[in-house]
């Protein structure tokens, strides 16, 4: 595993690997995501709280023997999600959707051990449904207005103005909390530790005599646990704080968080183009393959490249796509590029593949896994067929 802590001052000759694949790929780092179970593995053990994957952010099935030795299950945003959870990790599966389509709720009895609902009156039109399962547990969802969503504003902000997340304070006494055994909050997005135990102190200030009725609560996603400066001491002593005033039991369901700095998209450069400044055109984009770049919006960062003026090479990056906002970001490196160059761009394992499109036909990226011993196993490759099936 490279040491990624100063991209700008790294080598691509540290990345060999990356000369011998094909591109573009997405590239799991084995060893790195090793380093941040290690650090779920030490939350588990010492608050004695569980710990889900959020597929939403990374479902690699792949990936799923590794992490399954240290998390609890997946979390999944519908049925889909849950039947992969369910048929590829394994383990226990939790699942909540703001709403569920028609015979939605019946197949997943079939494929979740833990349901959520968005709103009371959800709970009691399924009631029927979910009684035929004895052992299935019920959620309720609700909204803390409790906002630390670090990234993106009101785009990844689940308590922003009018947003259609989760029962709000004046819906919980039509709850029928005698059927309800899991009270679940969701107000993160890439945050920091002030973020996770200022939430679990909000709910045990403000939704304390709802916690009493539940046995579980759910304080969702978006805890950053593996990014540089989060301090999981904090969070540790928040849950068994909150444990023991409660006597409930804790659970966490990070998807990004558990995936931060485990892997890469590799691209290559196509073409040279100069328009004021000097442009190359990638078979990497980020309309296409990195949608977060455009709706954060951000800018990757690169192995070997700098932010632009720091270096004696400035380029524009962007994608063979017709969309003219296909741009990827501006960046300055050591010597010129040329066609043919690898790109290495880093942190591309959490929302990527999974949100990644085929418009103007651009292929989609491989999946490789590079292991721990330095070889690289291509596990996926996709072709014109993928392109062709999903048009009908």
Not at 6 to 12: A, M, P
Not at 167 to 185: F, G, K, S
Not at 210 to 222: I, S, T
Not at 256 to 280: R, W
Request: aromatic share 10%; proline share 5%; with cysteine.
């Amino acid at each position: 595993m490279a040491d990624v802590s100063d991209l700008s001052k790294l080598k691509l000759e540290s990345f060999d690997w990356a000369q011998s694949i094909a591109t573009p790929s997405y590239v799991l780092d084995v060893a790195a995501l090793k380093r941040n179970l290690s650090r779920a593995a030490e939350i588990k053990r010492e608050a004695g709280c569980k710990i889900l994957l959020a597929t939403k952010a990374f479902a690699l099935p792949a990936a799923f023997p590794i992490m399954r030795e240290v998390l609890d299950g997946t979390t999944a945003s519908g049925e889909y999600e849950a039947r992969l959870g369910h048929e590829e990790f394994g383990k226990e599966v939790h699942v909540y959707s703001p709403a569920y389509a028609p015979g939605e709720v019946e197949r997943l009895t079939k494929l979740a051990q833990h349901i959520y609902f968005n709103s009371p009156q959800q709970i009691i039109d399924n009631l029927g449904v979910i009684r035929k399962q004895s052992e299935l547990k019920i959620g309720i969802r609700i909204n803390p207005g409790y906002s630390n969503a670090t990234l993106g504003g009101a785009l990844y902000d689940p308590c922003a103005p009018f947003s259609r997340f989760g029962a709000t304070r004046y819906m919980l006494d039509n709850v029928p909390w005698d059927e309800v055994d899991i009270l679940h909050t969701h107000a993160l997005c890439e945050s920091g530790d002030e973020g996770s135990v200022g939430l679990i102190a909000h709910v045990a200030r403000e939704f304390g005599d709802y916690v009493r009725r539940v046995k579980v609560v759910n304080f969702g996603g978006g805890h950053f646990i593996n990014k540089p400066g989060y301090d999981i001491s904090k969070l540790i002593a928040a849950i068994k704080a909150f444990k023991t005033e409660f006597n409930v039991d804790v659970v966490l369901e990070p998807g990004a968080g558990l995936v931060v700095d485990t892997g890469y998209l590799v691209g290559s450069v196509l073409g040279l183009h100069h328009n004021d400044k000097n442009i190359a055109i990638l078979d990497a984009s980020a309309s296409t393959h990195m949608p977060d770049v455009l709706e954060v919006p951000y800018t990757p960062k690169i192995v070997g490249a700098a932010e632009p003026g720091e270096k004696p090479h400035g380029y524009i990056l962007g994608g063979k796509t017709c969309m003219t906002g296909d741009i990827i970001g501006e960046y300055s490196f050591d010597t010129p590029l040329n066609i043919g160059d690898r790109i290495i761009f880093t942190d591309m394992m959490q929302y990527s593949f999974v949100k990644n499109n085929t418009f103007n036909g651009v292929p989609l990226p491989d999946l490789a896994v590079l292991n721990e011993d330095g070889t690289i196993k291509v596990i996926r490759s996709f072709g014109y067929d993928d392109f062709r099936h999903r048009l009908g």
